[in-house]
């Protein structure tokens, strides 16, 4: 029995660092996503090329999903030679 409450307590623990994480990496996603916004012409600027399908995506899935848009917002944004904003 002391062993599932101490269990319980540690598990409880990693909870908070956890929800911490994602919250940095769903704030640096979202700085990403702004970053996409302003330095990349897109079809609603003069002369802009259309948002690539996966780069909408991935900033739609920003807040659910950092992990898997942060990648997709970083290799645009290193394929416009842009340096990315820092991370945490």
């Not at 029995?1 to 409450?5: C, F, R, W």
């Not at 640096?28 to 990349?40: F, P, Q």
């Not at 079809?43 to 003069?46: C, E, L, R, S």
């Given at each position: 029995?002391?062993?599932?409450?101490i269990?319980?307590?540690l598990?409880?623990?990693?909870?908070?660092?956890?929800?911490?994480?994602?919250?940095?990496?769903?704030k640096?996603?979202?700085?990403?996503?702004?970053?996409?916004?302003?330095?990349?012409e897109t079809?609603?600027?003069?002369g802009?090329?259309?948002?690539?399908?996966?780069?909408?995506i991935?900033?739609?899935?920003?807040?659910?999903?950092?992990?898997?848009?942060?990648?997709?917002?970083?290799?645009?944004l290193r394929?416009?030679k842009?340096?990315?904003?820092?991370?945490?």
């Open positions: 029995m002391k062993a599932i409450v269990g319980a307590f598990a409880g623990l990693g909870l908070p660092v956890a929800a911490s994480a994602q919250s940095a990496d769903a640096y996603c979202t700085a990403l996503s702004e970053m996409y916004d302003a330095y990349i079809a609603g600027d003069k802009g090329r259309a948002t690539p399908t996966e780069v909408v991935a900033m739609d899935k920003c807040k659910l999903n950092p992990a898997a848009s942060i990648p997709v917002l970083e290799k645009q394929a416009a842009l340096s990315l904003p820092p991370r945490g």
